[in-house]
């Protein structure tokens, strides 16, 4: 008599997100990125209320903000060949545990002001090569192909939440603890990541053998010694940014965000003019990260990996038009809609990092990621700059306005150069079922 065959139903494989986290890996180095972020909300916020303490000078407390940003290209040019020159789980415990004793030197009530900026400026120059080996990591853990896309949608999630979470946290925390306490959350925090990323991620190998692409320099000394390492990240910035394709590709990362942070730099005084109270601002400045929100886990929920690279250049040449709608110097009713599409327009970064994990070789992807992050931050800070120093001479709105016009001429003519630097029909396909990318050509 045959046996009879097994009926039970089987246990079908997770996808979307679900698949993501059902990797071991990505569970810790997602709750070390919870962690880390949420501290660095929080000491921003205190260390701003520290200095402002210390100064009574809104410009130093401002400062600390900006301090945030400008160091991030110095780093991530300098020392971006970190990335690839070795393990990454090596590096990124190292990068933690450097922030970490950063923050600890801010909790002494005998470090001086100046002290306080220097440390700051430490901590945003260390930043974006843990990002970019994080980031390159995630190709180790996930691969190369839709889970990877879906785990730094996921991490791009939780750091717009992290803004909306975190200033609440920040304020709750200041109102019962002093701001050297509140800093000193950020340094357990730092540890926690550090101890994560530690015991929950794999040993492997760094990308390039030391020696291997730099080789000695003209006076014999190795290429990994300091002055070395940044003459190879130079070189290695330089190779990318020569590449058609991926300066392309890079500049689709950057151009958007540089214009789309005017409103939001500008909110304050948008609000004031329109004689909106501090509610109507503080629903302003939440507009933007929830679009963003909403449209990612839509995104990477509902639309396969070929609709999600579909997408990519429409959405790109259109995320900014919806600010258009500031040169009728709209009220709360119609700038909030404009605000939250603006932030449902960044949607398309889950299909363009799937096109820039194609198009950056793998010996180089860790220095890539570090320049990616370095860039974005730096040109996000000009982008606020610029915008301030404008709505000095013209009005905030005509500002908002020309910023969503200028930044939509300027993605379109990048969408142009997207297509013609678009690798051969068929030379990349990309498996809805398997979530990796198989190229071959």
């Known amino acids: 008599m045959p046996a009879k065959k097994d009926t039970a139903p089987t246990t079908a494989a ?31 916020i205190a260390l701003t209320v520290l200095v402002y303490d210390l100064t009574g000078s809104p410009f130093l407390s401002a400062l600390t903000f900006a301090l945030g940003l400008l160091p991030y290209l110095f780093g991530g040019i300098l020392f971006a060949g970190v990335a690839d020159r070795y393990p990454a789980r090596r590096t990124l415990v190292t990068c933690d545990l450097i922030c970490a004793a950063c923050v600890a030197v801010m909790v002494l009530p005998s470090t001086p002001v100046a002290g306080l900026l220097a440390l700051r400026c430490a901590v945003a120059a260390v930043s974006p090569v843990f990002t970019g080996t994080r980031m390159a990591a995630l190709t180790d853990i996930l691969g190369e192909g839709d889970l990877y896309v879906l785990g730094r949608s996921l991490l791009r999630i939780v750091s717009q939440s992290a803004l909306l979470a975190g200033y609440g946290v920040g304020g709750v925390l200041l109102a ?13 925090t730092f540890l926690c990541s550090a101890a994560l990323l530690r015991l929950g991620t794999r040993k492997r190998p760094a990308r390039k053998a030391a020696g291997k692409s730099a080789g000695k320099s003209a006076t014999g000394n190795r290429a990994d010694k300091p002055h070395g390492m940044m003459r190879e990240s130079l070189a290695s910035a330089g190779f990318l940014l020569r590449d058609r394709r991926i300066r392309v590709l890079l500049l689709l990362f950057w151009i958007p965000a540089m214009f789309v942070v005017a409103p939001e730099a500008l909110a304050a005084p948008y609000a004031d003019a329109i004689d909106a109270g501090p509610a109507a601002l503080g629903l302003m400045m939440c507009a933007m990260p929830v679009g963003h929100i909403s449209a990612e886990l ?24 919806p600010l258009l709608v500031y040169a009728a110097r709209p009220g709360l009713g119609w700038a909030l809609p404009a605000l939250a599409l603006s932030g449902v327009g960044a949607a398309y970064v889950i299909g363009l990092d799937q096109w820039f994990v194609a198009a950056v070789p793998e010996e180089r992807r860790g220095s890539a990621m ?16 610029v915008a301030g120093a404008a709505a000095e001479f013209f009005p905030v709105h005509h500002v908002v306005a020309w910023s969503g016009g200028i930044g939509t001429v300027c993605c379109l003519l990048l969408v142009r150069e997207a297509r013609r630097t678009a690798p051969e029909a068929g030379a990349t396909e990309v498996r809805d079922g398997s979530g990796r990318q198989v190229t071959t050509g």
Request: net charge positive; glycine share 12%.
């Open 14 to 44: 997770p996808r979307g997100y679900r698949a993501v986290f059902a990797v071991r890996e990505f569970r810790f180095v997602f709750a070390a990125h919870l962690l880390s972020l949420l501290g660095v909300v929080v000491s921003e």
């Open 298 to 321: 839509y995104v990477g929920t509902a639309l396969s990996p070929r609709a999600r690279s579909r997408i990519v250049l429409p959405v790109a040449a259109l995320g900014l038009v």
């Open 176 to 188: 019962v603890i002093p701001a050297r306490g509140a800093i000193g959350v950020t340094f357990g």
């Open 370 to 385: 570090t320049l990616l992050t370095a860039g974005l931050m730096t040109i996000q800070g000009l982008g606020m700059a």
